[in-house]
């Protein structure tokens, strides 16, 4: 049940995280959803987290751990779009020297 609830809380920092106006994991054009429906995504995933996590532990455990797991994914996701901004942007300075060429 702990690893359910941490890996729901993973996917809810990441519906988070590409809410954010400002997040560089993946092109506006390319969202799966809109920003709105992204953040509502996250915030259920988050409830559904600290319920899975309560059922064994109790809910003052389950709000910690989820506050935990929460904020350190929300710390991993921009150093992932960071580091697939830099990818994508190798990637189209290689096909503009091959265009040149």
Known sequence: ???IAVLLGLVAAACLY??????VLIPSSRRPLSPRALF???????VASAWIMSIPEGW???IAATLITLTCCLS???????WANHRRGVRDAAETVEEDA
């Open 40 to 46: 509502i995504l996250g915030l259920v995933l988050v």
């Open 1 to 3: 049940m702990q690893g």
């Open 76 to 82: 991993l996701w921009p150093f992932l779009g960071t």
């Open 60 to 62: 003052a455990v389950a």
């Open 18 to 23: 590409l809410a954010a106006p400002n997040q």
